[in-house]
């Protein structure tokens, strides 16, 4: 009987919030116009933009979003600001301003304004590329941890995560600088901004999209359920640079050493795999073999580049393919020479535009040519990157302490929240053994240190 | 009540949550697939009624059946729609109580985490230097992978370079223009005079006058009886052009805003020889067509040289089709703008040539244009930018001073051409602010031109530059035609007034009018002269046959044709060849009747 009245609870709960959107109905629904009816036709109008604001505003509650994070990140250090900045960050510049403008869309700006000086880069663009990078430089990667509305969407889902291996971390990784290095140039020849047409959270910002959106959002998420922040850590070209700045911050989150008391809680808890125990003396085996494959690394490393530019070289005609117009030149080819029997709504328009045929397929082969030079640029920019990954990962470095990780340390705060020493520097606490875990004796880091 | 907040019941809320919103997916999903490539417009029934009522435009139950349907599949739609929206609402509810629920139950729960004690060993930099080689080598294999699999997938059907692109450009130019010499010599030689005067090669005929030289031509005949028809025939496709003829084949076009196609029917039996489709151009495949119901989008009436026929479309399509039937050659001059009616000026030939006169626009922006093509190939021999707006006139080409003349009528001039080179002879202001729609008519040395709201004028042809103030003969201001062209015999110009009146003065002096005659019926369709009898065709269908005299106007014959018609007729030998809105009609005696 109780389990039929908690079932029953449950539906009601369930049924309140629905209910009440559905009693809410939807706006009459526009009546159709029939066949031969003498119906006015519409005047055109400007629609009304929904949360159009001032391009300051944006800028000034970035930059307060981007001082908040920082405080809470390392002042006060506090995982409950955090959630609630989080959750204010997501739905202001996630579903109120709809996921644009952001950084990372922001890169692709800042490219093409580089590459064409006539492409006047709207200022909040400019502002969202910068800020974040000023503030990372300085604080770490803050702006991921509580500003970002993908970060944030993706931070709120992860419901029960497991760990991914450090080795598959490491090696996908390298995907995001692939895509930024595509994304850059993509822009840079005005093929398309590839990041913001594959945003996968777009379509839940604004309640639609392409079906291959959805899906791809969808997917998205539904791994972000079980695997910490994938699009950050996999995919987010801007992340792939933050990751980089975040190197040279001049503060960061940090476990302090001279507290730590060893507990293993902060490296399990954290879903990135960001935090890294101190490492064990190397066998003298292990040491020679290290180094062997170190200078191993650094001489591939200059093959590797060569070798991606090489292949980056021979991508002409595939990337030249994402332009709009090369395509429409191909398809108009090929219906021209009878290869293609339909023609496409590009192609009629084309058609119907009085452009003439010579121009169009002049301006694709030239454009063929300049990604024989930019697929190279490409294959350089990740033979760089794969190298130094290959030499990252050989270089031996060695840890006294725990340590988070500079580059995939995301300054999400979870560790602080399972952190005892936090716990009694906070009053919630007064001694370290209360919240650790049954049979876990404190193990002063300094102690470990001397043994 | 804070009892009832337990675990389980949170737990179990999460759960109900979840549940409701994978049922709601599942079933968006369903949905979703079912309408993936659903048009509602595009139903079948729907489709089946409206191509019916093309069929049966007059058809008001069928009209109404498609509007009740209309109705139904956008309501459909939009029903479709709202299930939609709805359900995409039900499903983030759902998720997000789910999410809520789940994260509550959870934190009710919570345990610290219990780290596994760390064995001895490698620690985990050590592993990661060695595996993790192994992935970004893996990494490496696939990026490779993928960069070939692209430059396996995407292959170019482009030359590799420009260079190579003019190359190809000059060898397929080269070819296209060699064919087009090679067809062109293939081509017979040009009629001679007499075989041109005994035919009908383009708007009222071989000189643009309405005149038939044959004669024997019926002057009773019942279109819906069928007496005095030799034959009938249903035209495919809509068109308000008038028929020509040249021997035995008689030539019109048809065109919707969908298709459009050149027929040749046999002048004998009135069967269909051929069709010959005329794919529309691409350039302008997507543009928009503007044009009206009267004039719809084959207005022109077609022209012959006696070796192609010339068709042009109202989204500016010209082009050449032989005797059997096939495109020999196109040319788009672009579509009509700011052309209030639709084009609908006729092509005429001279020498082998043929003359468009393109006039749209306004008068500043000169996109008017006459042109000239070579027949044989469809080169371009001239053309010749006119600063006027646009009309609906067709140019005649005369002679006079045994010097050829392409005359042209527009708002405000009559304006004289050379054949040879497309330079202005002369030019008169005789028909300002006309919205210019009756065609020039040429006879001896005078050409006579009219228009609703300007005059009607008769025009010496052998001046050069602005003759207004020294060649105009005379003009007088009744009976004034909108659409129809003046008729010019021997010693009359008759004119139909556009509110259905036939009026006639004086060829030599103009002056008041002769006679007038309240014809009773609207006219769109010019008058036709065959021996000293008037030819009219109302737009009702009912014709008219009158003998004009110096005194009076004889009516000597009445018929029907049984369908509305705003076309002009063609004639040949004791025939008349008329175009109704759906029928070809071919009117005269059988051999047994004439003997």
Not at chain 2, 199 to 218: D, E, K, L, V, Y
Not at chain 2, 417 to 425: L, M
Not at chain 2, 580 to 593: A, D, N, P, Q, R
């Amino acid at each position: 009987m109780n389990n039929l009245f908690r079932s029953c609870l449950a539906l009601v709960l369930v049924a309140m919030p629905i209910g009440m959107v559905s009693a809410e109905g939807v706006p009459d629904l526009m009546f159709p116009v029939p066949e031969f009816a003498n119906h006015p036709i519409p005047t055109a109008s400007v629609p009304h933009t929904e949360g159009e604001v001032p391009a300051v505003w944006d800028i000034a509650i970035l930059l307060v979003a981007l001082c908040l994070a920082s405080y809470f990140t390392l002042v006060s250090r506090s995982r409950k600001s955090q959630l609630a900045l989080t959750i204010a960050c997501l739905l202001w510049f996630g579903f109120w301003r709809q996921g644009c403008v952001c950084p990372v869309g922001a890169t692709q700006n800042v490219a093409l304004a580089i590459a064409d000086p006539s492409y006047v880069v709207p200022v909040t663009a400019v502002a969202f590329f910068i800020l974040p990078l000023i503030f990372t430089l300085f604080f770490g990667r803050t702006f991921c941890a509580s500003v970002c509305p993908l970060g944030a969407m993706q931070e709120l889902i992860a419901v029960r995560t497991v760990a991914v291996p450090r080795w598959l971390d490491h090696s996908l990784g390298l995907l995001a600088y692939v895509y930024l290095g595509a994304a850059v140039i993509f822009a840079a020849t005005k093929t398309g901004f590839i990041v913001c047409r594959w945003d996968p959270f777009i379509p839940f910002f604004r309640l639609g999209g392409n079906t291959d959106m959805l899906v791809f959002g969808g997917s998205i998420l539904a791994i972000g359920l079980v695997v910490g922040r994938p699009y950050c850590r996999y995919l987010c070209p801007y992340g792939a640079i933050l990751r980089l700045l975040s190197c040279f911050s001049k503060w960061r989150l940090s476990i302090p050493g001279d507290t730590c008391v060893n507990c293993q809680l902060c490296e399990d808890v954290c879903p990135y795999g960001a935090i890294h125990p101190p490492t064990v003396k190397q066998t003298p085996e292990s040491r020679k073999r290290g180094k062997r494959q170190f200078a191993l690394a650094v001489f591939a490393a200059p093959v590797v580049i060569a070798s991606f530019w090489w292949v980056g070289s021979t991508l002409a005609v595939p990337l030249a393919m994402w332009h709009p117009e090369s395509r429409l030149a191909e398809q108009v080819r090929l219906e021209e020479t009878g290869e293609a029997t339909e023609s496409t709504d590009a192609s009629d328009a084309f058609r119907g535009s009085g452009m003439a045929l010579e121009e169009l397929y002049a301006s694709a082969i030239s454009r063929r040519g300049e990604f024989t030079y930019l697929g190279g640029l490409l294959g350089v920019w990740i033979g760089i990157v794969v190298g130094f990954k290959l030499i990252h990962i050989s270089a031996r470095r060695q840890r006294d302490d725990y340590q988070a990780d500079r580059a995939g340390c995301v300054s999400c705060g979870r560790c602080y929240w399972y952190c005892p020493v936090e716990k009694v520097r906070l009053g919630l606490i007064t001694d370290i053994s209360e919240v650790l875990p049954d049979g876990k004796t404190l193990v002063p880091l300094s102690a470990v240190r001397k043994s | 009540m804070n009892s009832l907040i337990t675990f389980r019941s949170i737990l179990h809320t999460a759960i109900v949550a979840g549940v409701f919103s994978v049922l709601v997916l599942i079933l968006l999903l369903v949905d979703g697939a079912s309408r993936l490539n659903k048009v509602p417009m595009e139903a079948s029934q729907f489709v089946e009624l409206r191509k019916q009522f093309v069929e049966e435009p007059n058809n008001v139950e069928l009209r109404q059946q498609i509007q009740v349907m209309d109705l139904a599949l956008r309501q459909e739609y939009f029903r479709e729609q709202h299930f939609t929206v709805i359900g995409s609402y039900l499903l983030i509810g759902g998720i997000v109580l789910t999410l809520i629920f789940g994260k509550w139950a959870t934190i009710l729960r919570r345990k610290l985490p219990k780290p596994k004690p760390k064995l001895p060993g490698p620690d985990s930099d050590e592993l990661l230097s060695h595996t993790g080689l192994r992935a970004v080598v893996l990494l490496i294999v696939a990026l490779i992978g993928t960069s070939w699999a692209m430059n396996a997938t995407y292959k170019s059907s482009l030359p590799t370079s420009i260079e190579e692109l003019a190359s190809l450009n000059a060898t397929s130019n080269q070819t296209l223009e060699d064919a087009k010499i090679e067809e062109a010599l293939a081509l017979p030689d040009l009629p001679t005079p007499e075989e041109w005067q005994h035919s009908w090669p383009n708007f009222r005929g071989p000189q643009g006058t309405g005149i038939s030289m044959h004669a024997s031509i019926p002057t009773t005949w019942d279109g819906s009886s069928g007496d005095g028809i030799l034959w009938k025939a249903p035209v495919p496709l809509p068109g308000v052009n008038s028929p020509i003829v040249w021997r035995d084949h008689v030539f019109l076009s048809g065109a919707t805003d969908k298709e459009r196609a050149v027929f040749c029917f046999d002048a004998l039996t009135g069967d269909i020889q051929w069709r010959a489709d005329i794919k529309p151009d691409p350039l302008v495949v997507v543009a928009e067509v503007k044009t009206t119901d009267d004039t719809g989008y084959a207005a022109p009436t077609m022209a012959t040289d006696g070796r192609l026929v010339f068709a042009m479309f109202g989204d500016g399509l010209l082009v050449a089709v032989d005797f059997q039937g096939k495109e020999r050659w196109r040319q788009s001059l672009g579509i009509p703008q700011r052309n209030s009616y639709g084009h609908a000026s006729s092509l005429v030939t001279h020498q082998g040539a043929v003359i468009v006169q393109y006039d749209h626009g306004t008068p500043d922006d000169e996109l008017s244009k006459l042109m000239s093509f070579d027949g044989a190939t469809g080169n371009p021999n001239w053309e010749t930018v006119r600063s006027t707006p646009a009309s609906w006139s067709s140019p005649i080409v005369t002679t006079s001073n045994e010097s050829a003349q392409i005359i042209t009528c527009c708002d405000p001039w009559v304006i004289a051409y050379s054949p040879k080179d497309g330079k202005e002879i002369w030019r008169v202001n005789c028909l300002e602010r006309a919205e210019v729609g009756p065609s020039p008519v040429y006879s001896d040395d005078v050409v006579y031109v009219c228009n609703d709201t300007a005059v009607l004028a008769a025009i010496r042809c052998d001046g050069t530059g602005d003759v207004t103030d020294t060649h105009v003969v005379w003009t007088v201001e009744d009976g004034l035609p909108d659409t129809c062209s003046p008729l010019v015999s021997k010693d009359f110009v008759m004119t139909v007034a556009s509110y259905g009146a036939l009026f006639c003065f004086d060829k030599k002096d103009g002056g008041d009018p002769i006679w007038e005659e309240d014809l009773g019926a609207d006219f769109i369709s010019s008058p036709s002269l065959v021996g000293d009898h008037v030819y009219l065709f109302g737009r009702d269908g009912s014709a008219s046959i009158y003998m004009p005299t110096a005194d009076e106007c004889q009516r000597v014959g009445e018929a029907e044709l049984g369908e509305d018609c705003v076309t002009c007729p063609a004639f040949q030998d004791g025939r008349i060849i008329i175009r109704g809105v759906e029928h070809l009609f071919c009117i005269g005696k059988t051999e047994s009747e004439s003997s």
